[in-house]
């Protein structure tokens, strides 16, 4: 079964406390992204990655840090976390050859920081 | 740059009722649209597309969507609702070329069908 796999799917922590959410894909999907989801906000992109070693900022990057060291994972990491950064956050994949146009979204981590 | 309009935040209907959540976009470019579905404490799923060809698309559950590039919209509709349905919809733009993925999204219309 295709599927985005997010860990953990409720995290409660302490301001500055490092912290790092787990996304995994079995599509072997090139493209790999980062959203959060805020009330009223809809859906904003953290960062994504084209390919292994290959990342870059989408919208709203600041506090927030991702590595892309083998195709199928691509974790977030929070350094510093701060009450701001209180949100749910999905992680997706999309296949670019051939070039796909549905994005799989994983079942999202809702993150508190207190 | 991109964005994408919701017009309606809340959407009650009653159940069997026809409903129709609205959707404009703004692009400098050509894009694909979406409609993604997220029901309660789960992520999102693809609902239906339009990426060229006939303006009028239908995807899953009876959903249908029309695409109107005059005025820039992708309204959702479905002839009759059922209480399952109620969930939130994200109405999102993508460039359809390029090489920029990003989706960008609306705000959100959190449908509710009541008995």
């Known amino acids: 079964e295709a599927q985005v796999t997010q860990n953990p799917r409720y995290l409660i922590t302490v301001t500055g406390k490092k912290l790092t959410v787990t996304c995994s894909q079995n599509m072997n999907h090139e493209y790999m992204s980062w959203y959060r989801q805020d009330p009223g906000l809809g859906l904003r992109q953290i960062y994504y990655?084209?390919?292994?070693?290959?990342?870059d900022k989408g919208d709203v990057p600041e506090g927030y840090k991702v590595s892309r060291k083998e195709k199928r994972n691509f974790p977030l990491i929070l350094e510093s976390p701060s009450p701001n950064q209180t949100s749910l956050y999905f992680c997706?994949?999309?296949?670019?050859?051939?070039?796909?146009?549905?994005?799989?979204f994983g079942q999202g981590t809702r993150l508190t920081v207190v | 740059a991109q964005s994408v309009t919701q017009l309606d935040s809340q959407v009650p209907v009653f159940e069997e009722a026809p409903v129709e959540l609205r959707c404009n976009y703004s692009?400098?470019?050509?894009?694909?649209l979406f409609w993604y579905v997220q029901y309660p404490n789960q992520g999102l799923q693809l609902l239906l597309k339009?990426?060229?060809?006939?303006?009028l698309v239908k995807g899953i559950n009876g959903f249908e969507a029309e695409f109107n590039k005059s005025q820039t919209s992708f309204h959702l509709r479905k002839p009759s609702v059922h209480i399952s349905d109620t969930a939130e919809y994200f109405c999102?733009?993508?460039?359809?070329?390029?090489?920029?993925?990003?989706?960008?999204f609306g705000k959100g219309t959190l449908l509710t069908v009541n008995p």
């Open positions: 999102a733009v993508q460039n359809s070329g390029g090489s920029n993925y990003k989706l960008t």
């Open positions: 990655s084209m390919n292994v070693e290959v990342t």
């Open positions: 692009s400098s470019v050509s894009v694909y």
């Open positions: 339009y990426l060229s060809g006939s303006t």
């Open positions: 997706a994949s999309l296949s670019l050859w051939p070039r796909g146009t549905e994005a799989f």
